[in-house]
Structures are given as C-alpha cells and as structure tokens.
C-alpha cells in the first residue's frame, strides 16, 4: 500500500507531461471566440471544451475549467456537454485591451495546467486620409501625392494610393514605405492630358476608409522649371522703365507659360510683384522704379490653360537704375542770432535729406548760398557740406539764405529759405502720447490764426549736455493737429517736444511738454540720508534719481520705518519733493527706513537706514545703509502696511523747552555742589555764621591760668559736717576790665595774697550765687555775661547726706558771649569735690554730671566761701 500511494505523484505527473505534450492535447481542448479582432470596447464572448476520452487519464476524474486575461483570472459558467465534455463560457461585457491573450485553464486533483489560448486584438477602423495632393515631376514624369493620416486605429492597416482613367479601371498605383504618407505614381500608369481620378484607401479588419477623390489632369499639377533672367537695362528715354530679358528652361519649351515677376529695394520691407507676364515672348518692360535705386529681381512661371502649381523663384539679378538730378523742395529750420562784433548775423541752418523718390540716386552734397541761381553765374556759397546742418556768418540783415542738393546727374532747384522772426502767436495747448516703444504721437491745438506749417523739436533729457540736430521734423499741413516722431526716439527715455506754428510773415513762440515713449519702474530709488533727529522727529533728505534711470516720470516717494516689533508706517510725498520728516516717533528706538520710488508702470525700493532716535532733545542720528531684502528691495519686498497718517512738515520742531529744563536743573545741581565743596573747605568760618561759639569756661585760656600765690599754697579741705545748706556768704569773681579802659583800683581783701586786681572782685555775702561783671564789647556796651555760678544746696528730703557745692557755669544774661541768631545753651553743671569728700550720686534738676571736677578750673580756687558754720575751717578770702 505504501509503494502504491507513493507512486500516485508520480502518475499524477506524467498525465500531467502528456497533457502538455503537443500529441497528448490534440482534440482534448479547444478554445473557441466570438471573433478574433473586436471595436475597442464592446463585449467578448468564448468557450472552452474539454473531451475526457481524448485527454486520458481525465476519465474518471472530475475536472474544473478556469480562465486567465493575461495574467488576470475571470469567472466563467462550467457545465456537461454532449457526448461526455465539460464545457466552460466566458462573456467579457467591455473589451478595453487593445491586445490579449485569452486562456484556458484545467483543475484536476489539486493541479492546475493551460490547455487552451486564443487572441482578441481591439481597435478602431480606419480614418479618413485627407489633404491629398499630387505634383507631376516633368523630369521622369512621375506624379507624386501626399496626403495627412488620421488617428491611429491600433489595428494593423494597410494604405494604398488609388487612380483610375477615364476608361481604365481603379488601379493600386503605389504604396507607401513604412509610416511615409507619400508615393509617386510611375509614368506607365498615367495618362497625360487626360484627366484622372486619384484617392487613398485605408484598410483595417474592422473596415475601410478613402480620402475625398483628386479629379486632375497629371499635365495641370507639373511644377516646371525656373526660367533664367538674362538681362536688365533702362530705357534711356523713358527714365523711369526698364527692359528685362530672360529664357524658359528646355523642359518647359513645348509650353504656354504665364510668368511674374516681383523685385525689392534695399530699404523696401516687402516685394512688388508685376503679374501677367507672357513666358514665351522672353522679353517685357516695366515702369515706376526709382531713380538710382538699387533693386533686386526674380522670375517664375507656370502652364497658362492650368492653375497647377508655380515654378521656384528664379536665380536673383541685381540693377541700379540709372540717376537723375534731385527734385524737390528740402525741409529747412534755422536758428539766428546777431554775432557780438562787425554787424554780422550768426546763422544755424538744418535741413532734412531728400526722400528717395526726390533724391533720384546718391546725393554727393548741399550747397547754401545768400542769392539765387542765376544763368550764366554761380551766387557766392557760404556752405558747401556733404552733413545736414551748416553754420555761417551772414550780414545784418540778411533774411533769405538758398540751399541745394546735387548728385551726380545735377543739382536741384533752390529751396528759398526765409529768415522770420519769432514772435508770432503760440498754440493754445500740447501733449504727447506713446505710438509705441520708438515713436510718439504729439497733439496740439492750433491758434486761431491761419498757420502754414509747424515745425517739432525733440531732444533727449539727459544729466549731460547734448545736442540732436536731426531730432526735428516739419508737418506742412497747415490743418494738422497731430504728428508721430520716430526718429531716434527710445523706450524708457524722457523727451522734450517743443512746437513751433510756422506763419506767413512770422514764427509762433513755441510751447513745450515731456513725454516717455514707454514707461518702466525706475532703475533704483534715491538713497537716503538723515539730516537730524530728536526723540520723536527724523528729518530725512535724499538726491533725485537722475533722469537716465528713472525710466519714467516719478509719480510719488513712498517712505516706509518700522520699529523692532515690525510696527510698519509709512507716508506717500510729492514727486518734487527731496525731504521729508517723520514725526511722532518713540524715544530711544530704533527703526528701519527705507525709500520706494514709483512711476505710472511700477516702483523700485531703496536700501534701508538704519536710525536710533534721542532719549529726549535734539541731536545728530547716525545711520548705516543695510542690503534691501527680496524686490529691484527691496525691505522686502513684503507688502508695506500703510500706517497712520502722517503731516509734512520743511524742518523738524526743537525741544527747546525741554533743553532749557535739562541745562537749568543741572545748572542748579552744579551750583549746590559748589556750594557743599566750599562749605566743606570752611567748616569753621560757616559755622560761626550759623552757630556762634561760646567761650567754654573750663577750655578757656583763663581756665589754665593760676597766679603763683595760689600754686604755692597748700589747700585744706574741710572734714565732714553734717548735711545742710551751705550758704556761701563771699564770692571772688574774676573780672576782666572794660576794654579801651583802665582797670579800677582793686578792693582791700584780707591776708590773701593779692591776686592781679582786673580779675577780682568781691560781693557781699549771703548770696546764693554771683555773677561776672559785664563784660564790655568793642563798642563799649555794658553788658554783664555771667561766668560761673555756685550754688550750694543739697536734695530735697535727702539731708543725711553731705551738703555739695555745685558750680554751674553758664550765661543768664540775655546777650551771649560771641553774637550769634540765639543764645547759647548752658553747659552742664560742675559738681565742685574741693568742698566734699564723697562722689555724688546725683545731680540736681535731674541734669548730667560733670565730666570733670571744677578742681581742674583754677580761676574758681580764689573762690571765698562765708556764712556757713560748716564751712569754718575754710578760710574766707
């Protein structure tokens, strides 16, 4: 069992082999369509059919058809047929393939195999050839036709040229080579001045198609051959006329032949064509051509009884017609002046060139004389010049001057040329307008006056001097009101066009207007520069654009600034203009401006500048130019944002009330600092203005001065009593005799030893205190200022303790001792240890201490102390 299933494969295999083996299929399936070549997009229907007897091996199996689009897998409808087959249908409802191939597939125990194919081609059925021509060559008579095809049929389709004679039939006559949509006819299958009928066929599976049918007789379609010019020569008498010469071409010989001649000029744009030329007469004459005039000639020709096809234009041939003396009147314009010496008139005499039908050939010369020609005398010539234009001295007065051109077959009449004045009536208005990118058209409106002529000047603006002196053009009709300029006129260039009314006896005063033939944005816009700036003003001022590069009339400057937060303003200013100011700016920002300068046909953006404005007054900015970012650039070119609007304004406003503020709060400032520095240097001078100093007793000079009496006595300080009130009953006070006075005689003391008598003075006990005596000032006043006083007393409820001497020292008088706005404060009170033992241990009326004993005062050692029983064991002085 297991070699049997293992050989199953095997056999499975090798049906397989016979199937695909060309023997093996034969009669076992077959694939049949509906039609092999279908119109692109209709429907296709096939069957495939498979015979079990004749593919063995498939007899007891069952089986399943399947089917593939080229590599595309379709449904069909499988069921049994007659006599054992199984047969599958496939309908396809739209063919869109232009080419498939179509098959059949077998399914049998799990393998699938192809025993059938068949192709479908899809397509359209031919187009209709058109524009069929044919041109019979005389030289093998062969007629060649050719003709257009029309869109592909993507079918395989087969072209033929078909002809037919009158009493022969439809021939094939030639096919094309490969895609070639021409074929020539041979000569065996025509017939020559007869007619025949041509067309082209198409052919497709899908079906055929002709071209409209050609009815001609091959003789009518033959291109001849060029005839040859011989010859060309002018008719001596008729001037104007030439004499041409040529022969037909051997091929042509046997033929009438109509033929056209056509020639040009140099200077002329197009030909001139002269028809109805006999061919076979060989010789025609033709009039109208300019004097001394270069002219080039061909020749062609045709069949006269047929409306065939026309010969090549014959070789060229060249002719000068012969010349003739100028003809004519010449346009004259002059300027005249009189010359500074000598009575002589300065004349500047133009005039344009003779038109070629007057100049009759090359011209060799002009030739200006102050008299006409007369016979038998030539006038005296001022000017004899091969240019248009001549300068010369004639006498005063002079008001005619005669000009003439010659060439080589003589001289023309004279053109009288009169010198008027200039001072007729003007024209009421003028303007110009573009008649292209090199003309203009200039319009006026004429005077009331009758007017002969009119004379139009135009130059060039330009930012260096220059002078055209062919830029002028004479309109001799009288009735114009227009004229087009087009000599030396260029687009983007600015003119200036001035008219001038020419009247019988006087020349009109001209008027003026600018115009551009074309106009353009200008080539770069005026770079900017800052003139000032303050802290809310930024007067800024710019050169114009010379006027080669503004390419047309400047209609406006636009100024744009923004700040850093691309806050974007900006102002439009007059075109006549070249400063601005930009107002109501923020202090201490920086902002960007730039300039765009504009024409009626666009603008162009400058470089930016870069500003900074003051924190407060007026000042210099400092700018710096920075590359524009995009246009032309400008900025961008972004899109401006058109601000608020903004006032113009010839200069900028000064901040002069804030500049007067500044200078006078620094003047201030500067002036207390001088004053605080001297203050500081006189310390003590200003302090004694404000502050009076008065004298310290204890720091006094008197204070450490002791008579030598007193530093060789040896004081004795009482023992301790018991407290009470001392009462000091004699007080020594020191004196200082008036100034300017004597010092009085000193009072008789006891054994003391005298002390110096201006110093001491005594009162009479049972004083509780004692005053200096006055102390008189420079100016002799008698006012008391109190020194010292001594004051002896103790606490109140406090009478256990030792009685205390105190020694105040101070002023009670009203006047203090130095003048000053107030008297001086009292120091603080001395507490006077030479008559107690013991420290204090407070200080009465609740004052401070003494930082000293009045031990160290010596002045107060002279003191005499009376009317204390306490106090006897001190000797009263």
């Avoid at 087009?486 to 001038?500: A, C, K, L, T």
């Avoid at 075109?575 to 930009?582: G, P, T």
């Avoid at 400008?634 to 010839?650: I, K, N």
């Avoid at 031990?855 to 107060?860: D, N």
Wanted: charged content about 15%; hydrophobic content about 35%.
């Amino acid at each position: 069992m297991a070699r049997r299933g293992a050989g199953t494969p095997f056999l499975l295999r090798l049906s397989l082999l016979l199937l695909l083996h060309p023997s093996g299929t034969l009669g076992c399936a077959t694939v049949a369509v509906g039609s092999p070549i279908v119109p692109l997009g209709s429907p296709v229907t096939a069957s495939c059919t498979i015979r079990s007897e004749l593919c063995r091996g498939l007899e007891r199996g069952k089986v399943r058809i399947t089917w593939m689009v080229d590599n595309e897998p379709m449904a069909g409808s499988q069921q049994r047929g007659l006599g054992g087959t199984e047969v599958s249908n496939l309908t396809l409802p739209q063919f869109n393939r232009t080419q498939a191939k179509l098959w059949c597939w077998l399914e049998w125990n799990g393998t699938k195999q192809r025993v059938g194919m068949a192709e479908i081609r899809a397509g359209y059925p031919p187009a209709k050839p058109f524009n069929l021509s044919c041109v019979l060559n005389l030289s093998d008579y062969g007629l060649t036709c050719q003709w257009e095809r029309g869109p592909d049929s993507h079918l395989p389709t087969s072209i033929a040229l078909k002809c037919a004679g009158s009493r022969a039939p439809a021939v094939t006559g030639c096919t094309p080579q490969g895609d070639r949509n021409c074929c020539t006819v041979p000569r065996r299958l025509l017939q020559l001045y007869r007619q025949m009928e041509i067309w082209v066929s198409a052919t497709n599976a899908l079906g055929t198609a002709e071209s409209e049918h050609l009815y001609i007789d091959p003789m009518d379609v033959a291109k001849l051959d060029p005839p040859a010019l011989k010859s060309i020569q002018s008719i001596p008498f008729q001037t104007d006329c030439i004499a041409l010469a040529w022969e037909v071409a051997r091929s042509n010989a046997h033929m009438e032949l109509q033929c056209e001649l056509r020639y040009q000029a140099a200077e002329d744009p197009a030909w001139a064509l002269v028809t109805g030329i006999d061919g076979q007469a060989g010789t025609a004459q033709h009039c109208g051509f300019l004097f001394g005039t270069r002219y080039h000639f061909q020749m062609r020709c045709r069949r006269s009884s047929a409306r065939g096809y026309w010969s090549e234009w014959s070789p060229g041939r060249n002719y000068t017609t012969h010349e003739k003396a100028p003809s004519g009147k010449l346009d004259a314009w002059w300027n005249a002046r009189p010359a500074g010496t000598g009575g002589q008139l300065e004349v500047q005499l133009r005039w344009k060139a003779p038109q070629r039908q007057e100049a009759n050939g090359r011209v060799l010369g002009y030739r200006v004389t102050l008299s006409p020609r007369r016979r038998g005398r030539d006038p005296p010539t001022v000017c004899n010049t091969t240019h248009t234009q001549c300068n010369f001295s004639a006498p005063a007065g002079t008001r005619r001057v005669y000009l003439s051109a010659y060439n080589g077959a003589g001289e023309s009449a004279a053109t009288e040329v009169v010198l008027l004045e200039r001072k007729g009536h003007p024209m009421a208005r003028l303007w110009a307008v573009p008649g292209g990118e090199r003309s203009l058209w200039v319009h006026w409106e004429a005077s009331p006056a009758s007017v002969a002529a009119y004379v139009l000047e135009w130059q060039r603006v330009s930012s260096e001097p220059g002078h055209c002196s062919a830029c002028w053009q004479m309109e001799r009709d009288g009735a114009a009101t227009a004229a087009l300029i087009r000599d030396g006129i260029e687009p983007f260039q600015r003119y200036n066009i001035s008219v001038y009314p020419l009247y019988k006896d006087a020349i009109g005063v001209p008027i003026h207007t600018a115009a551009y033939s074309k106009q353009k944005a200008p080539s770069y816009a005026p770079k900017l520069h800052l003139k000032s700036i303050s802290k809310s003003n930024a007067e800024l001022c710019w050169d114009p654009v010379p006027v080669e590069m503004q390419n047309g009339f400047i209609t406006s400057y636009t100024i744009f600034w923004a700040n850093s937060t691309a806050e974007v303003s900006s102002a439009t200013v007059n075109a006549s203009l070249s400063s601005f100011v930009i107002q109501e700016l923020k202090p201490s920002t920086l902002y960007k401006v730039h300039i765009m300068a504009s024409t009626a046909a666009g603008g162009t953006n400058g470089t930016s500048l870069t500003l900074v404005t003051m924190v407060l007054g007026k000042g210099l900015g400092t700018g710096g130019d920075l590359p524009d970012p995009g246009s032309h650039g400008t900025m961008p070119p972004e899109v401006p944002h058109r601000g608020s609007p903004v006032t113009l304004s010839p200069a900028p406003l000064p901040d002069d009330v804030e500049i007067q503020f500044l200078f006078l709060t620094l003047g201030l400032i500067f002036v207390l600092l001088i004053l605080l520095l001297i203050c500081f240097q006189k310390n003590g001078r200003v302090k004694k203005q404000f502050w009076p100093s008065v004298p310290d007793p204890a720091n006094s000079s008197l204070g450490k001065w002791v008579p030598v009496e007193l530093q060789q006595e040896h004081l004795q300080v009482p023992g301790t009593k018991e407290p009470g009130l001392a009462t000091i009953s004699t007080v020594t006070v020191l004196e200082r005799a008036a100034w300017g006075k004597e010092p009085a005689a000193p009072e008789p003391t006891s054994s003391f030893p005298a002390m110096p008598q201006p110093y001491v003075r005594q009162e009479a006990p049972g004083r509780g205190g004692t005053a200096a005596e006055p102390h008189r000032g420079p100016g002799g006043s008698g006012e008391s200022v109190q020194y010292a006083r001594v004051v002896g007393e103790g606490y109140k409820g406090q009478q256990q303790l030792p009685p205390r001497l105190y020694l105040r020292s101070g002023s009670s008088s009203s006047q203090p001792l130095l003048p000053g706005p107030s008297p001086s404060p009292s120091p603080l009170p001395y507490q006077n240890l030479w008559f107690h033992w013991a420290a204090p241990q407070g200080c009465p009326g609740g004052e401070g201490c003494p930082e000293e004993p009045p031990a160290t005062f010596p002045l107060l050692q002279g003191l005499r102390i009376g009317g204390a029983d306490e106090l006897q064991d001190c000797r009263a002085f």
